[in-house]
């Protein structure tokens, strides 16, 4: 409320009577003072943040996605070539490091294509189980969260 109109000192004022006078001087007492920026938001004890009617941005919350692994099935019949064109294709991976990962996964029965977030991994799986299949071969790629 205006001190104006708590005091009654404005144009349209009539007398005001002691208790009134009372009442009005403890609302301009409790009511809050309103702080400005350069102020803190404090109130003048130096105590709890006050209302001081600025509206701020909220502080942006990041949150760092969850990564998931791309891995690579052996089978018995898709073509060492194929495997290594798929990664260099899908996984923009150099020649050798195809090859190096197509034979860890024929070795060893899986490997590592990369580390990638959900979107980009699922794309990813879909990209190489398309071209299987449409190559009628059974290779088989998966994903799992880090
Ligand atoms: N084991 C396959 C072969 O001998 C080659 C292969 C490698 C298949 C990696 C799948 O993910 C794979 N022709």
Do not use: W
């Not at 941005?57 to 692994?69: A, E």
């Amino acid at each position: 409320m205006p001190l104006a109109m708590l005091l009654r000192i404005d144009a349209s004022s009539t007398a005001m009577t002691a208790s009134e006078g009372v009442q009005a001087l403890r609302a301009v007492a409790t009511t809050p003072l309103r702080l400005g920026p350069d102020e803190g938001g404090r109130d003048k004890e130096g105590g709890g943040k006050v209302d001081t009617g600025t509206i701020t941005k909220p502080k942006p919350k990041t949150k760092r996605p969850s990564l998931y692994r791309v891995l690579l099935l052996n089978d018995d019949y898709t073509p060492m070539e194929f495997v290594v064109l798929v990664l260099q294709d899908v996984f923009n991976k150099s020649r050798d490091e195809a090859m190096r990962i197509m034979l860890h996964v024929h070795n060893q029965g899986v490997g590592e294509c990369g580390i990638y977030p959900f979107e980009v991994a699922e794309t990813k799986v879909t990209r190489v189980m398309d071209t299987a299949r449409k190559n009628q071969h059974p290779l088989q790629c998966v994903m799992e969260k880090q």
